[in-house]
C-alpha cells in the first residue's frame, strides 16, 4: 500500500507539473502574441520573468524555429535551441518532459512546441512565412518540485502511520479475541488427524479464554471416554478371534470393526445351523464356509467316533487322497496337526500325487467325537494362505461344535430308541418305522426282500432251568449268529423276547432257505454258558417274501410267523418257507 501510494503520489506531481507547464505555455504563447500585435516584442523578456516569478519556475526561455529565425532573426537574447530536446521537440512537434530526482531536490523539465494556425485571432499566418500546424518555436521551463516530493513523502509518512496503528489494534484484536479460537481449531484438527490414524490419546489444548478452556475440557471429557470405551472394547472383543495370525492394527476401530465383522459372519452361520434338522446338513454348512468363504478347492472332513471306533467321510470336496477308513489317522493319534510341508510323507496313510501338499487338523467336539480336516495344496503360496486360516475355520467348527454335539445326542438317542439294547440288533419301533418310509420306496424301485421270523425252541425251559441271566446270554448269542450269517444289506430285528426278523435284501428263494438254514446250523452249535457248565439249544425259522406273497410287509411278517408255527408243529430245529395253503381258509388269509 505504500508503495502504491508513493507511486500515485509520484504520478499525481508530474502529472500536476506538466498541466502547470501547459497552462504557463499557452500564457507565454497568448503574451508573446499581444506584445507582437502591439508592437512592444522587445519587452518580453520582463513578461517572461515575471510569468516565472508568478508561477514558481527556475528557468524558462524560448527558442524559435528555423524557419522563424530565417524570417526575424535570432531574437535580441540569443532565442535559439539551446539543447537537443529544443531541437527534438521543434522536429516533432511533441510535448516532452525529463524528471530529475537526487537526494535532496526534484526537478522536471517541460519542453512544450508552438504550432502555427490560421484559425485563431490574430492567425499566425499574418505574421509568420509558414505552413498550417509547422512549429514556429518552443517553450523550455524547469520547476522545482522538491516540495510536492516532500509533501507526497509526507502523506505517506502519515499513512503509513495510521496503517501500522490499524494493524497493531486489529492484532491486538486478533490476539485477544480472535486467536484463542483459531488455536483451539488448530488443536482440534490435530486430535481429529491422530484419530484418523488411530490415536486417540491427544488432547484438546485450551486458553486462558474461558469460552475456549470450557469447550476444551468438554471435548477432552468425551475424547477421554471414547479413548477408555475403544480400549475395553478392543480388548474385550479380541477374546473372541481364535487366529494365532491376527495382526492389530494401531486403530482400534479398525480392530473392533475387523472383529465384529469376523462376529457376525460366524452368528449368522450359528443361527443357519441351530435351524439345521440333520447332522449332515451342519457338515454340509462347513463344507460350504471352507469353499465359498475361504476358497478352498480340495478338502476332506471325517467323523471319527473313538468310542465306537468308527471313521466316517462326512464331506469330500473333489476326493479324499488317503485310507484313513481302514488305517489309524495320525493327526487324531497325536491330536495335532500334520503338515506334509514340514516333513514329507509323515502320514503314512496318504496316497496324495507328486506335487500336492497336505494339511491335516484334528478338532475335539466331544470326549467321543473327533473331525479331522484334510485340506489339499497345489503350491507353496496357496499353503501359506492356507496355514494363515487354520485358526479362521476353527472359529467356524468351534461355533459348530455344540449342534454337532447336540445333532449327534439326538441321534444316539433315535438310535437307543429303535436298537435294543440286549442284542444292538433294530427294535420293533424301527421295524415300524422301515414298513412306512422304507417298504413304499422298496415297492417303487421293485426291491424284495425275504421275511426271516426266528425263534429259540423251548425258550422258557432256559430261564425256568437256569434264570433270566443264561437266558440273555442265549438271546445275545443268536442276535449274533443272525448277524454273522446275513449281508451288511439285510437288516437284523428283535421282535420280541426270544423272537427275530431279518429282512434279506433282493434275496431269491433259494438264498433266502439257505440263509435260514446257515442261521439254523450255526446256532445249534454254539455253546451257552450256565453255572460252570454249557448247553446247546436250536431254533426254528419261517420264511416268506415281499411282494411275491404280499405286497404288505405285515402280511409277509405274518405270514414267516406262520410258516414259524408249522416248523414249531413239525418237530422244531427246522426251516419252513410259507405256502399258500397254510391258512386253514380264505377268511382267515384275509384277516391278516
Given at each position: 500500500?505504500?508503495?502504491?501510494?508513493?507511486?500515485?503520489?509520484?504520478?499525481?506531481?508530474?502529472?500536476?507539473?506538466?498541466?502547470?507547464?501547459?497552462?504557463?505555455?499557452?500564457?507565454?504563447?497568448?503574451?508573446?502574441?499581444?506584445?507582437?500585435?502591439?508592437?512592444?516584442?522587445?519587452?518580453?523578456?520582463?513578461?517572461?520573468?515575471?510569468?516565472?516569478?508568478?508561477?514558481?519556475?527556475?528557468?524558462?526561455?524560448?527558442?524559435?524555429?528555423?524557419?522563424?529565425?530565417?524570417?526575424?532573426?535570432?531574437?535580441?537574447?540569443?532565442?535559439?535551441?539551446?539543447?537537443?530536446?529544443?531541437?527534438?521537440?521543434?522536429?516533432?512537434?511533441?510535448?516532452?518532459?525529463?524528471?530529475?530526482?537526487?537526494?535532496?531536490?526534484?526537478?522536471?523539465?517541460?519542453?512544450?512546441?508552438?504550432?502555427a494556425t490560421e484559425f485563431q485571432t490574430p492567425s499566425c499566418m499574418g505574421c509568420h512565412e509558414a505552413k498550417e500546424g509547422e512549429v514556429l518555436g518552443v517553450v523550455s521551463m524547469v520547476m522545482d518540485i522538491t516540495e510536492l516530493r516532500m509533501g507526497?513523502?509526507?502523506?505517506?509518512?502519515?499513512?503509513?502511520?495510521?496503517?501500522?496503528?490499524?494493524?497493531?489494534?486489529?492484532?491486538?484484536?486478533?490476539?485477544?479475541?480472535?486467536?484463542?479460537?483459531?488455536?483451539?481449531?488448530?488443536?482440534?484438527?490435530?486430535?481429529?488427524?491422530?484419530?484418523?490414524?488411530?490415536?486417540?490419546?491427544?488432547?484438546?489444548?485450551?486458553?486462558?479464554?474461558e469460552e475456549n478452556s470450557s469447550l476444551a475440557s468438554l471435548l477432552n471429557s468425551l475424547l477421554e471416554k471414547l479413548q477408555h470405551t475403544f480400549e475395553e472394547l478392543d480388548k474385550k472383543v479380541y477374546v473372541f478371534i481364535k487366529n494365532k495370525n491376527?495382526?492389530?492394527?494401531?486403530?482400534?476401530?479398525?480392530?473392533?470393526?475387523?472383529?465384529?465383522?469376523?462376529?457376525?459372519?460366524?452368528?449368522?452361520?450359528?443361527?443357519?445351523?441351530?435351524?439345521?434338522?440333520?447332522?449332515?446338513?451342519?457338515?454340509?454348512?462347513?463344507?460350504?464356509?471352507?469353499?465359498?468363504?475361504?476358497?478352498?478347492?480340495?478338502?476332506?472332513?471325517?467323523?471319527?467316533?473313538?468310542?465306537?471306533?468308527?471313521?466316517?467321510?462326512?464331506?469330500?470336496?473333489?476326493?479324499?487322497?488317503?485310507?484313513?477308513?481302514?488305517?489309524?489317522?495320525?493327526?487324531?493319534?497325536?491330536?495335532?496337526?500334520?503338515?506334509?510341508?514340514?516333513?514329507?510323507?509323515?502320514?503314512?496313510?496318504?496316497?496324495?500325487?507328486?506335487?500336492?501338499?497336505?494339511?491335516?487338523?484334528?478338532?475335539?467336539?466331544?470326549?467321543?467325537?473327533?473331525?479331522?480336516?484334510?485340506?489339499?495344496?497345489?503350491?507353496?503360496?496357496?499353503?501359506?494362505?492356507?496355514?494363515?486360516?487354520?485358526?479362521?475355520?476353527?472359529?467356524?467348527?468351534?461355533?459348530?461344535?455344540?449342534?454337532?454335539?447336540?445333532?449327534?445326542?439326538?441321534?444316539?438317542?433315535?438310535?437307543?430308541?429303535?436298537?435294543?439294547?440286549?442284542?444292538?440288533?433294530?427294535?420293533?419301533?424301527?421295524?415300524?418305522?422301515?414298513?412306512?418310509?422304507?417298504?413304499?420306496?422298496?415297492?417303487?424301485?421293485?426291491?424284495?426282500?425275504?421275511?426271516?421270523?426266528?425263534?429259540?425252541?423251548?425258550?422258557?425251559?432256559?430261564?425256568?432251568?437256569?434264570?433270566?441271566?443264561?437266558?440273555?446270554?442265549?438271546?445275545?448269542?443268536?442276535?449274533?449268529?443272525?448277524?454273522?450269517?446275513?449281508?451288511?444289506?439285510?437288516?437284523?430285528?428283535?421282535?420280541?423276547?426270544?423272537?427275530?426278523?431279518?429282512?434279506?435284501?433282493?434275496?431269491?428263494?433259494?438264498?433266502?432257505?439257505?440263509?435260514?438254514?446257515?442261521?439254523?446250523?450255526?446256532?445249534?452249535?454254539?455253546?451257552?454258558?450256565?453255572?460252570?457248565?454249557?448247553?446247546?439249544?436250536?431254533?426254528?425259522?419261517?420264511?416268506?417274501?415281499?411282494?411275491?406273497?404280499?405286497?404288505?410287509?405285515?402280511?409277509?411278517?405274518?405270514?414267516?410267523?406262520?410258516?414259524?408255527?408249522?416248523?414249531?408243529?413239525?418237530?422244531?430245529?427246522?426251516?419252513?418257507?410259507?405256502?399258500?395253503?397254510?391258512?386253514?381258509?380264505?377268511?382267515?388269509?384275509?384277516?391278516?
Amino acid at each position: 500500500m505504500i508503495v502504491s501510494t508513493v507511486i500515485n503520489f509520484r504520478n499525481y506531481g508530474i502529472k500536476t507539473a506538466e498541466d502547470k507547464a501547459s497552462i504557463t505555455a499557452e500564457i507565454v504563447k497568448i503574451g508573446l502574441t499581444a506584445h507582437m500585435v502591439n508592437g512592444i516584442t522587445d519587452q518580453r523578456d520582463y513578461f517572461l520573468k515575471q510569468i516565472g516569478d508568478v508561477e514558481k519556475i527556475s528557468q524558462l526561455w524560448i527558442a524559435r524555429s528555423p524557419s522563424v529565425v530565417k524570417q526575424y532573426g535570432e531574437g535580441h537574447n540569443n532565442e535559439i535551441p539551446r539543447d537537443n530536446i529544443d531541437k527534438e521537440v521543434l522536429e516533432t512537434g511533441n510535448t516532452k518532459s525529463i524528471t530529475t530526482e537526487t537526494l535532496g531536490k526534484s526537478t522536471i523539465r517541460v519542453t512544450i512546441p508552438f504550432a502555427a494556425t490560421e484559425f485563431q485571432t490574430p492567425s499566425c499566418m499574418g505574421c509568420h512565412e509558414a505552413k498550417e500546424g509547422e512549429v514556429l518555436g518552443v517553450v523550455s521551463m524547469v520547476m522545482d518540485i522538491t516540495e510536492l516530493r516532500m509533501g507526497s513523502i509526507r502523506t505517506v509518512l502519515y499513512n503509513m502511520g495510521l496503517t501500522l496503528i490499524a494493524v497493531l489494534f486489529v492484532f491486538i484484536v486478533i490476539n485477544r479475541f480472535i486467536k484463542p479460537f483459531v488455536s483451539i481449531f488448530y488443536s482440534i484438527r490435530d486430535v481429529m488427524n491422530g484419530a484418523k490414524h488411530g490415536d486417540y490419546s491427544i488432547r484438546v489444548k485450551g486458553s486462558k479464554n474461558e469460552e475456549n478452556s470450557s469447550l476444551a475440557s468438554l471435548l477432552n471429557s468425551l475424547l477421554e471416554k471414547l479413548q477408555h470405551t475403544f480400549e475395553e472394547l478392543d480388548k474385550k472383543v479380541y477374546v473372541f478371534i481364535k487366529n494365532k495370525n491376527y495382526v492389530k492394527e494401531a486403530d482400534p476401530l479398525k480392530n473392533i470393526n475387523c472383529t465384529i465383522d469376523r462376529l457376525s459372519d460366524i452368528y449368522k452361520f450359528k443361527q443357519t445351523i441351530e435351524n439345521d434338522k440333520e447332522l449332515e446338513d451342519i457338515y454340509n454348512r462347513i463344507a460350504y464356509v471352507l469353499k465359498n468363504h475361504f476358497n478352498l478347492d480340495e478338502f476332506t472332513i471325517i467323523e471319527i467316533d473313538t468310542m465306537n471306533k468308527l471313521k466316517k467321510i462326512v464331506h469330500s470336496q473333489k476326493e479324499c487322497h488317503c485310507d484313513i477308513i481302514d488305517n489309524e489317522c495320525r493327526a487324531d493319534r497325536i491330536n495335532a496337526s500334520v503338515d506334509s510341508t514340514v516333513f514329507a510323507n509323515s502320514c503314512e496313510v496318504s496316497n496324495l500325487e507328486a506335487g500336492k501338499e497336505y494339511i491335516c487338523t484334528p478338532y475335539t467336539i466331544s470326549n467321543e467325537l473327533q473331525l479331522v480336516l484334510t485340506i489339499v495344496t497345489s503350491d507353496e503360496k496357496q499353503t501359506e494362505y492356507v496355514r494363515s486360516i487354520m485358526s479362521d475355520i476353527e472359529d467356524y467348527i468351534t461355533t459348530a461344535r455344540p449342534a454337532i454335539v447336540g445333532k449327534k445326542l439326538m441321534q444316539t438317542l433315535n438310535k437307543i430308541a429303535r436298537v435294543d439294547q440286549l442284542t444292538n440288533m433294530y427294535n420293533r419301533k424301527f421295524l415300524d418305522e422301515f414298513a412306512d418310509i422304507s417298504v413304499p420306496q422298496a415297492l417303487r424301485a421293485n426291491t424284495s426282500y425275504g421275511v426271516l421270523m426266528i425263534d429259540i425252541d423251548y425258550f422258557k425251559m432256559i430261564n425256568d432251568d437256569y434264570g433270566h441271566d443264561v437266558g440273555d446270554e442265549a438271546i445275545r448269542i443268536v442276535s449274533g449268529v443272525i448277524r454273522k450269517q446275513i449281508r451288511k444289506s439285510d437288516l437284523a430285528i428283535r421282535y420280541g423276547g426270544e423272537e427275530f426278523i431279518a429282512l434279506l435284501y433282493n434275496c431269491n428263494e433259494d438264498n433266502i432257505i439257505k440263509i435260514a438254514e446257515s442261521i439254523r446250523v450255526e446256532f445249534s452249535k454254539q455253546k451257552i454258558p450256565a453255572a460252570g457248565k454249557t448247553f446247546s439249544k436250536t431254533l426254528s425259522v419261517g420264511c416268506s417274501r415281499f411282494p411275491q406273497d404280499s405286497d404288505s410287509i405285515w402280511k409277509c411278517i405274518k405270514f414267516a410267523d406262520i410258516a414259524l408255527y408249522q416248523a414249531k408243529e413239525g418237530g422244531r430245529n427246522q426251516v419252513v418257507a410259507f405256502k399258500q395253503e397254510m391258512i386253514d381258509n380264505k377268511e382267515m388269509g384275509e384277516s391278516y
